[in-house]
């Protein structure tokens, strides 16, 4: 079945011009949109939510005292963001599914030709340091969809990359679960803490992604606190990190916005 959803997602949907990906994948969005799809779920969180607590933590989206829509759902926000004392700390919520020093991971092929993952972060990649750390985490549906700062500094760099929206499930892609990032469309910040290092972190769109939208004050040159929102995914998501410490986590392992990094 994998083989099945890998052959889709590259060879079937991934060869679709990115232009109709992205008008298929803005009607099927915004299906999500409508104030019907509120009534599925109270059975979407019984599925997937066993502790009850944990969705009292969110508020609707739109303001609302209750969700008005799958999407408002979708887009909560935290009620009280999360307090840290943490010097980094993890930007979203979701699955790490690819961590390793650059300089150590392997080349991923895209078409016949072998990249490296630091081609993820565009204009940047050249700057990032081989000693770097790279993460990749995987937001699943049931997962909090807003990406985070990861430590307190000024922005430096805003790049938006136009690209494909192929699947991002990395189990698809065996020893490869980076590959949709490489290929997908993305926009990459690029932060400065206080200690004058640079973090580098990507918010990359899949299918049924019909916006990735930036917080009003993610602009080049503005200065963000930690844990200040940098932008929010219309459905579907993964967040590449490039960093100059390694995490205190391993792959395979759910991470949560705020927690240590």
Same mark, same amino acid.
């Given at each position: 079945?994998?083989?099945?959803? *890998?052959?889709? @997602? +590259?060879?079937?949907?991934?060869?679709?011009?990115?232009?109709?990906?992205?008008?298929?994948?803005?009607?099927?969005?915004?299906?999500?949109?409508? !104030? &019907?799809?509120?009534?599925?779920?109270?059975?979407? =969180?019984?599925?997937?939510?066993?502790?009850?607590?944990?969705?009292?933590?969110?508020?609707?989206? /739109?303001?609302? @005292?209750?969700?008005? !829509?799958?999407?408002?759902?979708?887009?909560?926000? #935290?009620?009280?963001?999360?307090?840290?004392?943490?010097?980094?700390? &993890?930007?979203?919520?979701?699955?790490?599914?690819?961590?390793?020093?650059?300089?150590?991971?392997?080349?991923?092929?895209?078409?016949?030709?072998?990249?490296?993952?630091?081609?993820?972060?565009?204009?940047?990649?050249?700057?990032?340091? @081989?000693?770097?750390?790279?993460?990749?985490?995987?937001?699943?549906?049931?997962?909090?969809?807003?990406?985070?700062?990861?430590? =307190?500094?000024?922005?430096?760099?805003?790049?938006?990359?136009?690209?494909?929206?192929?699947?991002? *499930?990395?189990?698809?892609?065996?020893?490869?679960? /980076?590959?949709?990032?490489?290929?997908?469309?993305?926009?990459?910040?690029?932060?400065?803490?206080?200690?004058?290092?640079?973090?580098?972190? !990507?918010?990359?769109?899949?299918?049924?992604?019909?916006?990735?939208?930036?917080?009003?004050?993610?602009?080049?040159?503005?200065?963000?606190?930690?844990?200040?929102? +940098?932008?929010?995914?219309?459905?579907? =998501?993964?967040?590449?990190?490039?960093?100059?410490?390694?995490? @205190?986590?391993?792959?395979?392992?759910?991470? #949560?916005?705020?927690?240590?990094?």
């Amino acid at each position: 079945m994998t083989d099945f959803y *890998r052959f889709l @997602s +590259l060879h079937v949907w991934g060869n679709l011009p990115a232009s109709w990906q992205r008008f298929i994948s803005q009607l099927y969005a915004g299906i999500y949109n409508q !104030s &019907w799809t509120r009534h599925v779920i109270p059975a979407y =969180s019984r599925v997937h939510y066993k502790d009850p607590e944990y969705l009292k933590l969110f508020a609707p989206a /739109s303001g609302a @005292s209750t969700y008005q !829509s799958f999407q408002d759902f979708f887009t909560r926000r #935290y009620q009280e963001l999360p307090q840290t004392r943490e010097k980094a700390a &993890w930007p979203c919520e979701g699955l790490i599914c690819d961590y390793g020093r650059i300089d150590h991971l392997d080349l991923i092929n895209i078409k016949g030709e072998k990249k490296e993952v630091r081609v993820i972060f565009g204009r940047s990649q050249e700057e990032i340091p @081989s000693d770097y750390y790279f993460t990749n985490i995987f937001l699943h549906n049931n997962n909090y969809h807003r990406i985070h700062a990861p430590v =307190s500094g000024e922005i430096l760099d805003i790049e938006h990359i136009r690209g494909d929206l192929v699947l991002l *499930r990395p189990w698809v892609y065996k020893n490869d679960p /980076s590959l949709p990032a490489l290929r997908n469309e993305r926009i990459n910040v690029t932060l400065g803490d206080d200690e004058g290092r640079k973090w580098y972190v !990507s918010i990359v769109g899949g299918p049924a992604v019909g916006t990735i939208v930036l917080d009003q004050n993610t602009k080049f040159g503005n200065t963000v606190n930690q844990i200040d929102e +940098l932008g929010t995914f219309l459905l579907g =998501s993964t967040c590449c990190i490039a960093a100059p410490i390694p995490i @205190s986590r391993e792959v395979g392992e759910t991470v #949560y916005m705020g927690d240590e990094f």
